[in-house]
């Protein structure tokens, strides 16, 4: 058996009110409802993407066209309308609690939130979603690849990688089911399948994490746009790097800033700073970043400025840092 695949087979191992118009879903829990796009934008409400927006609510999704085809003003205003909230990955569950003309009201199990106990709150378009308890089962019982080391990759229709699919996210967590050569199966929700190159697809569990090792996964973001709402590899918004890069390591943390901020431990002192830990500022914390040593952070500052490596400000808003590390 191939290298990757036996080492895969090894290793098997708080929420608004509802509008008046909105119908609750019946028990549509995680194991049943997947996102079907390589990543699903999480709307404040099924009014929030604006024209301008339609790669991203389309299906299939162009996270990458969407980012590209906006001005930094663009970008701000996503942020200054609150238009986004997060971002789920291909091939992650959800649970939708309502749906409405055309689009699903949702919780983000695995984004914890302040805002409802059972993840992070919104509204996805349901055709970015499908229903495939046969998926669930697979994700829940076979070997599995997670994209990693690169901020994305390609999906192949084909084992020789002509044809492209899809670009996914790091993070992107799948059911393995073949492999040829330095090529990789994966299965996808609603039963597809696809082929990607087998040095961008981790397989089994993650790694035991080191702050040198969320740093590194952190560096994969640099010079990506920032997006408000962003978790995906094509660009984050400020906690959604840290969370993602934490999530890549096996650590959950709260999907906000001031959800990560009430995690961990507190680290008083800021000579007593490593690499991994999270900083903060504001109370309660309206921005968070990664410290990467030497004085230095990588953060995700706002929609004029790329993810960037850059001296931490110890200023008047700084509030503290939090280790989530042993």
Known sequence: ???????????????????????????????????????????????????????????????????????????????????????????????????????????????????????????????????????????????????????TTWLYRDAARTERLREVSVGTRLPVVDEAGDAVRVALPGGDQAWTAAETLRPGAPPSPTGEGLVATARLFLDRPYLWGGRSGFGPDCSGLTGLAYALHGITVGRGASDQSRGGRPVGDPADLRPGDLLFWNSPATHVAMYAGGGTMIEAFDAATPVRVTPVRFDATYSGARRYLP
Not at 65 to 77: K, P
């Open 1 to 151: 058996m191939p290298r990757v695949l036996s080492v895969l087979f090894a290793a098997v191992l708080g929420c608004a009110a509802l509008p008046a118009a909105a119908v609750p879903a019946a028990a549509e829990g995680p194991g049943r409802t997947f996102v079907a796009v390589s990543v699903a934008t999480v709307w404040t409400s099924p009014d929030s993407p604006r024209p301008r927006d339609r790669a991203a609510v389309a299906t299939p999704a162009d996270p990458a066209g969407w980012l590209g085809s906006m001005s930094s003003a663009d970008r701000r205003e996503l942020t200054t309308a609150s238009r986004t909230q997060t971002q789920v990955l291909l091939g992650a569950p959800v649970t939708v609690t309502a749906r409405r003309d055309g689009w699903a009201q949702v919780v983000v199990p695995g984004q914890p939130s302040g805002k409802d106990h059972r993840g992070y709150p919104g509204w996805v378009p349901e055709a970015q979603l499908v229903d495939d308890p046969a998926f669930g089962a697979l994700a829940a019982g076979a070997p599995a690849g997670t994209v990693d080391g690169v901020a």
